[in-house]
Protein backbone atom coordinates (compact mmCIF):
# COMPACT_ATOMS: atom_id res chain seq x y z
CA UNK A 1 0.00 0.00 0.00
CA UNK A 2 2.59 2.69 0.63
CA UNK A 3 3.69 2.19 -2.90
CA UNK A 4 0.68 3.22 -4.30
CA UNK A 5 0.38 5.98 -2.10
CA UNK A 6 3.64 7.14 -2.97
CA UNK A 7 2.52 6.84 -6.73
CA UNK A 8 -0.63 9.58 -5.85
CA UNK A 9 1.62 11.85 -4.43
CA UNK A 10 4.16 11.63 -7.11
CA UNK A 11 1.33 12.18 -10.01
CA UNK A 12 0.76 15.89 -11.38
CA UNK A 13 -2.72 17.03 -12.81
CA UNK A 14 -2.94 20.07 -15.15
CA UNK A 15 -3.45 23.54 -13.41
CA UNK A 16 -7.23 24.07 -14.10
CA UNK A 17 -7.78 26.88 -17.05
CA UNK A 18 -9.26 29.86 -16.87
CA UNK A 19 -12.70 30.01 -18.50
CA UNK A 20 -12.96 31.90 -21.85
CA UNK A 21 -16.17 34.45 -21.65
CA UNK A 22 -18.85 33.17 -23.71
CA UNK A 23 -19.35 33.90 -27.28
CA UNK A 24 -22.83 35.31 -28.82
CA UNK A 25 -23.10 31.94 -29.95
CA UNK A 26 -22.44 29.82 -26.87
CA UNK A 27 -25.00 32.25 -24.74
CA UNK A 28 -27.48 31.81 -27.52
CA UNK A 29 -26.72 27.92 -27.70
CA UNK A 30 -27.57 27.97 -23.71
CA UNK A 31 -31.11 29.59 -24.47
CA UNK A 32 -32.30 26.89 -26.78
CA UNK A 33 -34.10 23.99 -25.23
CA UNK A 34 -35.46 20.59 -26.48
CA UNK A 35 -38.41 20.94 -29.29
CA UNK A 36 -37.72 25.16 -29.48
CA UNK A 37 -38.37 26.79 -32.66
CA UNK A 38 -35.32 27.73 -34.22
CA UNK A 39 -34.05 29.43 -37.29
CA UNK A 40 -31.68 28.11 -39.98
CA UNK A 41 -29.91 29.55 -43.00
CA UNK A 42 -30.09 27.02 -46.14
CA UNK A 43 -27.19 26.95 -48.25
CA UNK A 44 -28.12 25.41 -51.61
CA UNK A 45 -24.72 23.85 -53.44
CA UNK A 46 -25.33 26.24 -56.25
CA UNK A 47 -25.18 28.93 -54.84
CA UNK A 48 -25.40 31.42 -51.77
CA UNK A 49 -28.37 32.66 -51.95
CA UNK A 50 -30.34 32.41 -48.56
CA UNK A 51 -34.18 31.28 -47.34
CA UNK A 52 -37.07 33.32 -48.53
CA UNK A 53 -40.25 34.25 -46.64
CA UNK A 54 -42.30 31.17 -46.50
CA UNK A 55 -39.56 28.11 -46.64
CA UNK A 56 -39.69 26.11 -43.94
CA UNK A 57 -36.75 23.98 -42.50
CA UNK A 58 -36.53 20.56 -41.09
CA UNK A 59 -34.19 19.30 -38.84
CA UNK A 60 -34.32 16.03 -37.53
CA UNK A 61 -31.08 14.53 -35.47
CA UNK A 62 -31.29 10.80 -34.13
Not at 7 to 35: C, L, M, S, Y
Request: charge should be neutral.
Amino acid sequence: MAIVNQQAQHEEFAPPQKKKPPTEDEKRKEKIVAGSLMKALMRPGGGDSGPSDGDQVCFCSY
